[in-house]
Each structure stands twice: as structure tokens, then as C-alpha cells.
């Protein structure tokens, strides 16, 4: 039995775990379910040496997981991302024993697509972040339900502009049919409660992040509320994992695509890559900036003198998101916040 250095990928599912270990030379020297837990990953992994690098597929859990063996054991934990990992498989074919392996050998011959592996309190905030994230989609499936109970009983409101107070209150009188006034009841209630809930949460993320440096960095700018100014933290996490602006603007999915080919130059829009909800907070943020920076507002009308305003809007937040990075990385503690 080998005990030299070994390489190992963890096959992560919510019961179980499937622990493949690779010699140096590729040799598989174990490929088997364990329980899931981190006790049980270092029995085995043990026996066969000292992991010279672990590889798990980041999915639900995974991350915690990692943090966890890695705290347990110092052992280097790494997490690979699913998307770039998939590709890299030579068949169609897929089974834990399989996905443990590739991800053994890829670590093994330092070609594993890597991707960050937060802290416990970015985790957590992230968590708060998208919990926000899925109340506000349900209020606006909410808002999208009750408009269209007014266009089928042929309903307006001429008096107030659509989710003022005059129109909630006229809402609540509004000829409707029997079933359709009680469903509009219902709607109101749900949506009362929704908005209460955000609320919450959105005092939790302030309070939550009151004491953190870069969050208060970043709601110095110009622009920049509390909810953008969190999301950016929870989601960025650590800008000095980044090496350049370039590659900042590029995961939060604002960077243009590059669609040339021969003689042909065309650009093909943005990145079809990145956290959408993170893309959609920053480009909403370049719609606000020239209102309250000069220099933003030069550069939209220079743009949109050629451009359409949507290309315009997205070319603001990539330059933004690299002049953010230059300024939060003048201050080392900031950056390795």
C-alpha cells in the first residue's frame, strides 16, 4: 500500500461521498462510497498517504464540506466548477465512480477549472443575499398575477399611478367579480407579507454588515445604496482573488463577447456566463452612475451619440466594475476583506 502523496476527488452527494484516490503516476488506488461526512473522507484518504491536492465538485453543501475537511485535516481543498468540469469529459457516460476519477486525475495533472472557496461569513451572507433574491422574485410573480386580474375584468385606475398608496387603496374597493375579489384579497395579503419580509432581511444584511470595511467602502460611492453595496460584498466576496478589473467585470457578466471570426469583427453581446443576479444589480448600478458622476455621465453621452442606451449602460458598468477593483485594491485590507 502506498504512503506517499496521493491526489483525490470527492464525488459530493447529500448521503453519501465517492472518494477516489490517484497515485503520482495515475494509479487508481481506491474508488468507493463513504457517508458523508468529513471523518469518514479522512479514515480512507489516510490509509493510502497524504493528499497532495483534493478536488470536489462545488454544488449545494460542497462548500461547507470543504471547509470542513479542511479544517479538520489542513489538507488543500479545492473546488471545481461543474460547467468547465463537464466539459472536459472524454464520454457521453456519467457515474460516481467516473466523476470521482476525473475529478482525481485533473487535480493530479493541475488542470482542475477552479473556482473560490468563500469564507464562512461570505457563505452566510450570500445566503441572506439570496433569500432577499427569491422574495423579490415572488413579489413581482405577485404584481405580474394581479395586473393580469385587472386586464381580464377590463379594470384601470385613472386617478393614480399604478403601486402608489392611492392605487393600492383604490385596488381594495375596485369592482371586481365575487371570485376575482377574493383572489385580489388574497394577492393583497400575500404581497403585504412578502414586503414585510424584505424588509427584514434587508435590516438583517445592514446589520449584519455595519462593522465590515469594504461594505462601507462601497457604499462611499457615488450611487451606491445598501442593498447594492451588500450583494456586491457577499457575492465578490475577496477582490484580490482577481487579477485584474478585466477578470472582475467578467464574473459579474459584464464583459462583451467577442464574436470575430476572419476578416469578419462583430461582437456577440455579454458573456453568457456569471451570477445573473449579480449582472442585473450592476447594471442597473451604470444606469444610476451617470446621474451622480460627471465623468460617468461624459462617457454615456459620448457612447450613446452611436450606440444604443442598453450598450451604453453595459460599457459603464465594465468600466465601473475595473475602476472599483483599482480603487478598493489601493487599500490592502480592503481587498483581503
Not at 117 to 141: H, P
Not at 269 to 288: D, F, M, P, S
Amino acid at each position: 500500500m502506498s504512503m506517499g502523496m496521493v491526489h483525490v476527488g470527492l464525488d459530493y452527494h447529500e448521503d453519501s461521498i465517492r472518494v477516489c484516490v490517484l497515485r503520482r503516476d495515475g494509479r487508481e488506488l481506491v474508488n468507493r462510497d463513504v457517508p458523508n461526512d468529513a471523518r469518514s473522507v479522512r479514515s480512507l484518504v489516510r490509509r493510502f498517504g497524504r493528499p497532495q491536492g483534493i478536488a470536489i465538485e462545488a454544488c449545494c453543501g460542497a462548500a461547507d464540506f470543504a471547509a470542513e475537511l479542511h479544517q479538520q485535516t489542513g489538507w488543500p481543498v479545492r473546488l471545481a466548477h461543474p460547467g468547465y468540469v463537464k466539459r472536459l469529459k472524454q464520454g457521453p457516460d456519467k457515474s460516481d465512480h467516473d466523476d470521482a476519477w476525473l475529478l482525481a486525475d485533473l487535480v493530479r495533472v493541475d488542470y482542475l477549472p477552479e473556482v473560490w472557496l468563500a469564507d464562512a461569513a461570505t457563505r452566510q451572507l450570500r445566503r441572506l443575499v439570496r433569500y432577499r433574491q427569491g422574495l423579490i422574485a415572488d413579489r413581482k410573480n405577485i404584481k405580474l398575477r394581479m395586473r393580469a386580474l385587472l386586464r381580464e375584468e377590463r379594470l384601470w385606475c385613472s386617478t393614480a399611478r399604478a403601486w402608489t398608496e392611492d392605487w393600492k387603496e383604490w385596488l381594495k374597493t375596485a369592482a371586481l367579480g365575487e371570485h376575482s375579489r377574493w383572489v385580489m384579497d388574497q394577492e393583497l395579503r400575500r404581497l403585504e407579507r412578502l414586503e414585510e419580509d424584505i424588509r427584514a432581511v434587508e435590516q438583517r444584511m445592514e446589520s449584519a454588515t455595519a462593522e465590515d470595511q469594504l461594505t462601507q467602502r462601497l457604499l462611499e460611492q457615488p450611487g451606491i445604496g445598501p442593498i447594492t453595496a451588500v450583494t456586491l460584498r457577499a457575492e465578490i466576496g475577496r477582490f484580490d482573488r482577481f487579477h485584474s478589473g478585466k477578470q472582475l467585470a467578467r464574473f459579474c457578466g459584464v464583459t462583451p463577447c467577442n464574436a470575430s471570426t476572419g476578416r469578419r469583427q462583430a461582437d456577440a453581446g455579454l458573456v453568457k456566463a456569471g451570477n445573473r443576479e449579480l449582472r442585473a444589480l450592476v447594471i442597473q448600478a451604470a444606469q444610476r452612475l451617470p446621474r451622480h458622476v460627471e465623468k460617468w455621465s461624459t462617457l454615456k453621452q459620448r457612447l450613446t451619440r452611436t450606440k444604443p442606451a442598453n450598450v451604453a449602460t453595459a460599457a459603464i458598468a465594465n468600466r465601473w466594475l475595473r475602476w472599483l477593483y483599482h480603487q478598493v485594491l489601493t487599500i490592502r485590507e480592503l481587498a483581503a476583506a
